[in-house]
C-alpha cells in the first residue's frame, strides 16, 4: 500500500447514476465515484461528494510511499522559497510545515494548495489544478536543487497536474 495520484481529463457529472442494492451509485469503466470533493477541501472545486463523474481519459502516473511524497512536498516548499517554520530545525517537514502554517493563518502561496492537501484520500478540481500546474512550473526554474529521484517526482507531477487541467481532477487514494 502507498500513494496513488490519478488523473481524469474531460469530466462530466453523471446525472441520475443508477443505485445499486447497497445504496451506492454503479460506476462503470469510464466513471470515477468522488468520495469527498470539496465536502472536507477547498481544493476540490466544484466535485461534488457522493457523486459520480464521466471522464474521457484516466491517467495514474504516480505511485510512491507516503514518506517519499512528504519528503517531495518539503523539498517543493524549500526550493518554493519557505523559510523553515523553525529557524535550525533538523525536523524533515519543517519547510512543508511553514506552508501548512501559513495555510491555517489564512495565507496562500506557491504551491500551497498541493502542500497543504491530505496525502491519503480527496481531489482538486481543475481551477486548483491549473493553479498548482503553474505553481510547479515556476519552481521547476529551481529543479536543479532537487536530487535526481525527486526532480523525477517532480516531472511525474507536472504531467499528471497538466493531463488534469483540461476539465479534469486529481483524485488521491
Given at each position: 500500500?502507498g500513494l ?8 462530466k ?5 443508477k443505485?445499486?442494492d447497497t ?8 466513471q470515477v465515484?468522488?468520495?469527498i470533493?470539496?465536502?472536507e477541501?477547498?481544493?476540490g472545486d466544484d ?6 463523474y464521466?471522464?474521457s481519459?484516466?491517467?495514474s ?8 511524497y ?5 523539498e ?7 523559510e523553515?517554520l523553525i ?13 501548512c502554517d501559513?495555510?491555517e493563518q489564512?495565507?496562500?502561496?506557491i504551491?500551497s494548495e ?9 481531489e482538486?478540481?481543475t ?8 505553481d510547479?512550473?515556476t519552481v ?24 488534469a487541467a483540461?476539465d ?6
Open positions: 500500500m496513488d495520484i490519478t488523473a481524469y481529463k474531460n469530466v457529472l453523471v446525472e441520475n447514476p443505485m445499486v445504496n451506492h451509485p454503479e460506476v462503470w469503466g469510464n465515484y468522488i468520495n470533493g470539496n465536502s477541501w477547498e481544493q466535485l461534488e461528494s457522493g457523486q459520480v464521466g471522464f481519459y484516466v491517467m502516473v504516480y505511485r510512491s510511499s507516503y514518506s517519499t512528504g519528503n517531495l512536498r518539503n517543493l516548499a524549500r526550493i518554493a522559497g519557505y523553515p529557524a535550525g530545525s533538523q525536523y524533515r517537514g519543517i519547510y512543508a510545515a511553514r506552508v501559513n495555510w489564512g495565507k496562500r502561496g504551491l498541493l502542500i497543504c492537501f491530505a496525502d491519503n484520500e480527496g482538486i478540481g481551477k486548483t489544478c491549473r493553479k498548482i500546474l503553474n510547479l512550473h521547476s526554474a529551481r529543479a536543479g536543487e532537487l536530487n535526481e529521484w525527486n526532480q523525477g517526482l517532480l516531472t511525474d507531477l507536472i504531467q499528471t497536474f497538466e493531463f483540461v479534469g481532477f486529481i483524485q488521491f487514494h
